[in-house]
């Protein structure tokens, strides 16, 4: 043999020896001739026990016994099932143990010889991971399938490589439909192109959150949250967007239970501040004087029913602020503002609850105007709450430092008092809702617990931040910063006063003697003159000899009707501008019978007569003609406030009332009012859609909002001012209308409660 010859046989024998997959080869009888070292390895046989010896020994039943007709059949007819391909097969150990092989055989000739050679792989292990993946994959598939959300897995080409039973199931599709489709194809052309970008958007490696509604195969319209996540590619695709996730949740019930929140907010909201505000406003005049001197034993009765009233509303208006906060409804109507008149009516406000504590309150102004773009109600609530704590928590005797100064680019305000402090484990959580240092002290100093919190979220939404300095012991600095504003804004300045009104005299037209003489009676006792005629005819006659500041008007009057009356009332040059209150036991289908006559009726009382109605009805009416007050047209459905707020501001303005929108167009035809205050819950109906009415008009009579609900910024400018009712306190209301209305007066404070 030659050198060459031996040569390579050594280096193919080198080959063989060191290859990692087990090689054997055999005879066209099936006996072992070749064993390398990677085979001896896998089967636990030595080379020289094989060798010469069938290589069904390799092979458990029953393919041991199959195997030699096999390679019978094939060298017989040609025909094979593996020779050239490869298969999994199962190995049989020295030990009797089996394991799973991948098996290739090839066919050769050598010297006139038909030779098989086998190429081995044990693929226990590479199983042992495949079935390990099928597991988890199917326990993937089997949660994702009980989750109640869509999950998807889709590729760059925006075709779903997993998704789960619920997609199924939302779409009517099976599996087929939607595996390896795009979700163009799976949602539909119209679906598609309202998400289109948001898919875009998270290829560009970028998260998305949206909220869209789904047709579901039953018909039933299904709200879905949906979140778009990038899913990041590894080894070499290191940091590429290969595809995204999808997570789509049912958030039917949580939409229709927010529904349900915001009606419970608007109930509490209105049927709650509604009747505060009358109770509030009532208490307040009575413990004002209202009603005469009360004795001291009253005076403290009334004045416990009139904290703990506050209290209530204190409460109300927190537990709606953080509710409006915590789900992102909360909006500020920002202005650039110099902050120290704000902080100085602020604390003027606080001050008579100071005094109640003997805590003495001093503010150091600014060097000079510091600007800021904030919600002024909303920082004066901040303010109002950090004061009230602070006076709360400090010793009697003691002062409550209240300090504004500039820090680089902004305006830090700090309250400083001298109280214990805050205790260690209690300042992590001081912002917290509801959190309270001590139950029992929280109790005797009154609270929620919600103030803090809300003034966060508020000095956070004006774009500042919030924070306290404390030692125990050692008293609680708290401070918040805004950021300063370059530009300041103009002050208006207030104008000038109106005049005030005369006595009058009135005539009752009435058929009924005894109701004529009734209605006298109550006029003379509020110190009116009263006549009395009980026909059309001497109506004309008194009419004729007297004159008179208004007449009122039965709608059945003998000898004439009652609104042909005031049509001959009209027709006179003398009477064409005399005030009319009609008296009627049909009063509301008399207003709306005669609705778009042209009668000028200052108002419509019903029969059997209401006195305190009567007489500010008769004040209204004269107030139109003779009086040098304002005005004021109050568009309210709740009579106590109507009665409220006429006993508020009665000293230097008239009012008209009323309670539909409807009542409120006809009080706009008959008369010019000075200023319109309206509510905006009037039944079905808002009182926004009265504004329209009120700017047709020429000249158009400035509107206070004063409404139970908060009020859009963007609709409160619409108005020239808005008041909340359960924020509002008489001297408020009374600065507020004196303000628009021109009138020099006292600014008084805003929002004077507290809100812990």
């Excluded at 009888?29 to 896998?42: K, V, Y």
Aim: hydrophobic share 40%; with cysteine; net charge negative.
């Amino acid at each position: 043999m030659s050198t060459s010859l031996r040569d390579s046989e050594r280096h193919e024998r080198a080959l063989l020896d060191n290859v990692d997959e087990g090689m054997l080869s055999i005879s066209d009888s099936g006996m072992i001739e070749l064993f390398n070292p990677a085979a001896e390895r896998m089967f636990g046989y030595r080379s020289k026990e094989v060798l010469g010896k069938n290589v069904s020994m390799l092979m458990p039943q029953p393919y041991r016994s199959e195997h030699d007709g096999y390679l019978g059949r094939y060298l017989h007819t040609g025909q094979a099932k593996i020779i050239g391909t490869g298969r999994e097969v199962t190995g049989l150990r020295s030990d009797g143990g089996v394991f799973p092989m991948d098996l290739r055989v090839s066919e050769f000739f050598l010297g006139g010889r038909r030779l098989f050679i086998g190429s081995m792989r044990d693929i226990t292990e590479s199983k042992r991971i495949t079935e390990a993946l099928r597991a988890s994959e199917l326990q993937l598939r089997q949660l994702t399938d009980t989750v109640p959300a869509l999950i998807a897995d889709l590729d760059l080409e925006q075709r779903f490589r997993f998704h789960n039973k619920a997609y199924e199931e939302l779409f009517g599709l099976n599996f087929g439909q939607i595996n390896g489709h795009t979700l163009a194809e799976v949602l539909g052309p119209q679906t598609y192109g309202g998400v289109q970008d948001k898919v875009e958007e998270v290829l560009r490696g970028n998260p998305v959150r949206y909220e869209r509604d789904q047709m579901t195969p039953q018909g039933d319209l299904r709200s879905y949250a949906f979140q778009f996540f990038p899913r990041y590619g590894d080894n070499e695709d290191q940091g590429k967007v290969l595809g995204f996730f999808v997570l789509g949740t049912d958030i039917t019930e949580l939409k229709r239970i927010d529904r349900m929140k915001t009606e419970f907010v608007s109930t509490v909201s209105h049927e709650l501040r509604t009747p505060l505000t009358s109770i509030r406003g009532s208490l307040g005049l009575i413990a004002g004087g209202v009603a005469g001197e009360l004795p001291e034993a009253v005076k403290s009765l009334v004045g416990i029913a009139k904290n703990n009233c506050e209290r209530l509303i204190r409460l109300i208006n927190d537990i709606l602020d953080s509710e409006k906060i915590e789900s992102g409804k909360m909006r500020l109507d920002l202005q650039v503002v110099d902050i120290g008149p704000l902080l100085q009516q602020a604390l003027a406000a606080n001050e008579g609850f100071a005094s109640q504590h003997r805590v003495k309150l001093q503010l150091r102004p600014p060097d000079e105007p510091l600007q800021v773009r904030i919600d002024s109600d909303r920082l004066t609530q901040v303010v109002t709450n950090l004061l009230s704590n602070a006076v709360k928590f400090s010793p009697p005797e003691s002062a409550v430092e209240f300090n504004v100064s500039r820090v680089g680019q902004q305006v830090r305000v700090e309250v400083a008092d001298h109280g214990p402090g805050i205790s260690e484990e209690f300042r992590s959580r001081i912002f917290q809702k509801f959190s309270q240092a001590d139950a029992s002290d929280a109790r005797q100093k009154g609270g929620t617990g919600l103030g803090l919190s809300i003034s966060r979220a508020l000095i956070e939404k004006m774009g500042g931040q919030i924070g306290f300095r404390s030692e125990a012991g050692a008293g609680s600095p708290f401070f918040f910063e805004l950021p300063e504003w370059r530009d300041p804004a103009p002050l208006r300045q207030p104008l000038k006063a109106r005049a005030s009104a005369s006595r009058p005299r009135i005539l009752i037209c009435e058929g009924d003697p005894d109701v004529a003489r009734l209605i006298s009676m109550m006029l003379n006792k509020a110190g009116f003159e009263a006549d009395m005629a009980y026909s059309a005819a001497q109506a004309l006659a008194f009419l004729a000899r007297n004159a008179y500041d208004a007449v009122t008007v039965d709608l059945k009057l003998p000898g004439q009707h009652g609104a042909a009356f005031i049509s001959a009332l009209r027709g006179e040059e003398r009477t064409r501008h005399l005030p009319v209150v009609m008296i009627s036991a049909m009063a509301e289908a008399g207003r709306l019978q005669f609705n778009h006559k042209p009668l000028t009726v200052s108002d419509w009382l019903e029969k059997p007569i209401d006195e305190s109605l009567l007489i500010l009805s008769v004040r209204r009416a004269i107030a139109g003609l003779h009086s040098g007050k304002p005005l004021i047209l109050h568009v309210e459905d709740d009579l106590d406030i109507q009665r409220i707020t006429e006993a508020i501001v009665q000293d230097f303005a008239d009012f008209e009332f009323a309670a539909t929108l409807e009542q409120a167009r006809t009080r706009l035809r008959e008369h010019r009012f000075d200023l319109v205050l309206l509510d905006l819950a009037l039944g079905e109906d808002s009182g926004w859609d009265l504004v329209a009415d009120i700017d047709a008009l020429d000249p158009r009579p400035p509107v206070i909002v004063f409404s139970a609900s908060d009020v859009d910024p963007t609709d409160g400018r619409r108005a020239e001012a808005v008041l909340l009712k359960a924020h509002t306190s008489n001297t408020e209301l009374l600065n507020t209308i004196q303000r628009v209305l021109r009138i020099p007066g006292d600014p008084g404070p805003t929002r004077p409660q507290p809100l812990s």
